[in-house]
Nanobody
Framework: QVQLVESGGGLVQAGGSLRLSCAAS????????MGWFRQAPGKEREFVAT????????YYANSVKGRFTISRDSAKNTVYLQMNSLEPEDTAIYYC??????????????????WGQGTQVTVSS
């Protein structure tokens, strides 16, 4: 059974940093892209960042470009999101996602993809 477990969320002041991790288990994900999404209260879940299957290509939402960095350790089946210069607008539950199709980039919310339970990030002003 595939399972994604996020960690690393917390409360941080504006301008601070956090590093999120998402550990995948249940099978090998070396041929799969991985991605991060977030959902703020009262808003829809939105794309944050994605990385392709071998880590050569990354894409970011405009709102986080230059502040967030996505990376992966395929040997550990883990994807990371380094978040710097955090802003109150970054407050949300952050979810990682893995598609069920090999090599497909994960940039849109698809309910059929694999999802973690989320980790809360709160940025105070």
């Amino acid at each position: 059974q595939v399972q994604l477990v996020e960690s690393g969320g917390g409360l941080v002041q504006a301008g601070g940093s956090l590093r999120l991790s998402c550990a995948a288990s249940g099978r090998t994900f070396s041929n799969y892209a991985m991605g991060w999404f977030r959902q703020a209260p009262g808003k829809e879940r939105e794309f944050v960042a994605t990385i392709d299957w071998n880590g050569d290509n990354t894409y970011y939402a405009n709102s986080v470009k230059g502040r967030f960095t996505i990376s992966r350790d395929s040997a550990k089946n883990t994807v990371y999101l380094q978040m710097n210069s955090l802003e109150p607008e970054d407050t949300a539950i952050y979810y990682c996602s893995v598609p069920k199709t090999p090599y497909r980039m994960v940039m849109t919310v698809k309910v059929d993809d694999y999802w973690g339970q989320g980790t809360q990030v709160t940025v105070s002003s």
